[in-house]
């Protein structure tokens, strides 16, 4: 079992910058990691995922603002988010699974508590 814990959320105005980590008890390499984000009244949506050899996959919403990476040493997976806007404010959850990146949230085998992100316009 893998146990998840989310940091890094938090205000910020449109147009700013936000780094949330994702960090796991158990090793990371093993899995593929994504991270998905609920909005109020939303159903939960794919962000990005990175592969267990790094290959990166993103929703086009936040495509060539957001950059997902690994750190296996550190156990850790990041999602840097540029160029913020309020449309991006949302629960962020991290998820794992075997095998490879898919954007279907129930397919994911662990989850994080998730982070708050507001972003006030």
């Known amino acids: 079992q893998v146990q998840l814990v989310e940091s890094g959320g938090g205000l910020v105005q449109a147009g700013g910058s936000l780094s949330l980590s994702c960090a796991a008890s158990?090793?990371?390499?093993?899995?593929?990691v994504a991270w998905f984000r609920q909005a109020p009244g939303k159903e939960r949506e794919f962000v990005a995922g990175?592969?267990?050899?790094?290959?990166?996959n993103y929703a086009d919403s936040v495509k060539g603002r957001f950059t997902i990476s690994r750190d296996n040493a550190k156990n850790t997976v990041y999602l840097q988010m540029n160029r913020m806007q309020p449309e991006d404010t949302a629960v962020y959850y991290c998820?794992?699974?075997?095998?490879?990146?898919?954007?279907?949230?129930?397919?994911?085998?662990?989850w994080g508590q998730g982070t708050q992100v507001t972003v006030s316009s």
């Open positions: 998820a794992v699974r075997q095998g490879f990146v898919i954007r279907t949230d129930r397919e994911y085998d662990y």
């Open positions: 158990g090793r990371l390499i093993n899995y593929v």
């Open positions: 990175i592969g267990k050899n790094g290959n990166t």
